[in-house]
Structures are given as structure tokens and as C-alpha cells.
């Protein structure tokens, strides 16, 4: 038996070993430091305020991202992808989804009391609170947004896609099965990104800290990467169109595993967004209040619960 090569698969190969493939790609897809991931299952995930709400994040938005991977990969069986893989494409893809990250940033922060999106039948009671500006000032990032941005995410084109659209679903034996590459792919991922949206959400509600202060900070957190990693994507995008050299600059090292063979762009966004904008807020917030907690307590040296800052400021939504 041949055995699998996930850094460069040869076409010809058998149709188990091409489905097998498939799967290990998307884990390995789902591990390591994926711009089309990492910062949107961090940031609805943390925001959740919830390990089982985090797991949802991670599972919904994985299964719209699988959804879309089945699409292409069947276009690909037909040789009908080419018309997405145009050179400049991962830079409106950037675009689109910076966009995206940032509205769920507005969503999360007062200005969502204005600005406002219903994916489903409008609830009028939550719309006329939208209008009036009664909502509550912080909200918990909703699965369908979770939903919307795995759909979009899956539009990138780096060497796990081409691998996928070029080698694994042409050597699928009919149209009927075109589209189970992609689809292994991306339950290969999404068993990755469940257990990662599971630990990001156990995160935030596993600070030392009072339950309304630890909420708050994971909203923070999760509005700051949305809001400000939308930017930082979309200004991604608008160098990947505007100056292509030098978005193609990256570091080459020895590991052959994709998206850490070269570093360039798409790792700098991922660590942007989850390391610096994300951790950074979560750390500095923390041991703000942590200050604040130490300044309000009592002759005992314990919290004073009546006069703690965060007592009312924030109930996370952890249904």
C-alpha cells in the first residue's frame, strides 16, 4: 500500500486513499494557524461566554465552511472552478470577509442597537428594542453570524483548496462523488475547530473573576477581534489587489506542512487578529479589573459585592 502524502498528493490515486487524504488535510487544516479559521472561531467562540455555546461556534461554522468545500470540490470534479481561482481572489476574499468580521463587531457592541441584521423572520419585539436603543449594551455573537462567515471563509484559495479542487476531486470515479473531497475536508476541519471553539469558549468562562466581570471581558474580546481584525483583513485584501508583491513576501522554513512551510500574510492576520487584538484585550482587560477588584476589597481583603463595578454590567447569554 502506497502510503498518503499530504504535502503534495499525485493525481492517480485510488479513490480511498484520495478520501483519506481529504480528511487528514482538513485536520491538518483545522490545526494549524489558518487565516480562514483561527480568528472567527477565536472570536465568536470567546465571546460565547460558554465551553458548550463555544462548541456550537466551532460546529456551525465548520459545517457551513464543509457546505461550501462540497460545492467547489463537485465544480471541480467538472472543471467548473477555475472562474474562482483568478490570482486576485484571495484578496476579495479578505475583503468580504473583513467585512463580515466587522459587523459581527458592531453586532457585539452598542452600535448593534442601531445597526442590525435578522438572518430569519423578524422578531418585532427584539427590532422595536434594536430602534429604541434598549438592548442591552453588549451582546453574545449569534450561530447563524457564525453560520454566514463559515460560508464566506471557505471561498479561500490557498495550497490545501488547490490540492482539494486540482488533484482529490478529479480522481473521484463519477459526478455523484465530486463533492465527497471537499466534504471530507471539511469535516476533517471542523473536527479541529469544534474542540477549538470548545476550549476558546472554556476559556472565557474559566476566568478568576466574578461572573459578570468575566463576561464582560470575553465580549470585549470577542468585539475588539471582529471589529478591528475586520480592518485588518480588509486592508489585507486591499494590498493583496493593490500591491501583490508585496503580500507574496513570506518566510520560508523547514517544516513541510502548509500554512507553516511559508509564513507570510495569512499568518500575519492570523496572529493579528488571535494573538495581539484578541489576546492582547483579553490579558489587558483582565488585569484591569483584577486592579479594580483589588481596590474595592473590603477590611477582609474579599470582594465587596455590593460595590463590585461588574455586578450588573454584563449576563452573558449561555443558552
Known amino acids: 500500500m502506497t502510503p498518503l502524502n499530504l504535502w503534495s498528493p499525485q493525481a ?28 472567527i472561531t477565536f472570536s465568536y467562540a470567546i465571546g460565547s461566554y460558554s465551553a458548550r455555546r463555544g462548541f456550537l461556534v466551532g460546529l456551525v ?51 448593534g442597537n442601531v445597526f442590525h441584521i435578522h438572518f430569519g423572520r423578524i ?14 449594551e453588549d451582546q453574545t455573537p449569534t450561530l447563524k453570524m457564525a453560520a454566514v462567515h463559515g460560508f464566506i471563509a471557505g471561498f479561500g484559495f490557498g495550497a490545501f483548496a488547490m490540492i482539494i479542487y486540482t ?33 476558546f469558549g472554556q476559556m472565557s468562562h474559566s476566568l478568576r473573576l466574578p461572573p459578570e466581570a468575566a463576561a464582560r471581558i470575553a465580549g470585549l474580546t470577542a468585539g475588539r477581534s471582529l471589529t478591528w481584525g475586520g480592518l485588518v483583513f480588509f486592508l489585507g485584501g486591499i494590498m493583496q489587489l493593490l500591491v501583490p508583491s508585496l503580500a507574496k513576501l513570506h518566510i520560508v522554513t523547514p517544516l513541510k506542512i502548509h500554512n507553516l ?10 496572529i493579528t487578529v488571535v494573538l495581539f487584538i484578541g489576546g492582547g484585550t483579553m490579558v489587558a482587560e483582565t488585569r484591569r479589573v483584577m486592579r479594580t477588584i483589588a481596590g474595592n476589597a473590603g477590611p ?16 452573558a447569554d449561555q443558552r
Open 61 to 111: 461554522f465548520s459545517l457551513a465552511f464543509t457546505l461550501q468545500r462540497s460545492l467547489m470540490s463537485e465544480l471541480a470534479y467538472f472543471s467548473l472552478v477555475r472562474i474562482f481561482t483568478f490570482p486576485k481572489v484571495e484578496g476579495f476574499v479578505y475583503i468580504v470577509v473583513g467585512v463580515a468580521m466587522a459587523v459581527g463587531g458592531l453586532y457585539i457592541f452598542r452600535s
Open 261 to 270: 512551510h511559508e509564513l507570510g500574510l495569512p499568518f500575519v492576520l492570523v
Open 12 to 39: 492517480g490515486m485510488p479513490i480511498l486513499a484520495a478520501l483519506t487524504t481529504s480528511y487528514l488535510l482538513g485536520v491538518v487544516h483545522g490545526i494549524t494557524p489558518d487565516e480562514h479559521t483561527w480568528p
Open 167 to 199: 488533484v482529490l476531486a478529479p480522481a473521484m470515479p463519477g459526478p455523484w462523488a465530486g463533492w465527497l473531497p471537499g466534504f471530507l475536508f471539511g469535516l476533517g476541519t471542523t473536527t479541529v475547530q469544534i474542540l477549538a471553539g470548545l476550549a
Open 300 to 315: 477582609s481583603g474579599k470582594e465587596d459585592s455590593q460595590n463590585c463595578p461588574y455586578r450588573h454590567e454584563y449576563h
Open 123 to 136: 422578531d418585532s419585539s427584539h427590532h422595536q428594542a434594536a430602534v429604541a436603543g434598549t438592548m442591552p
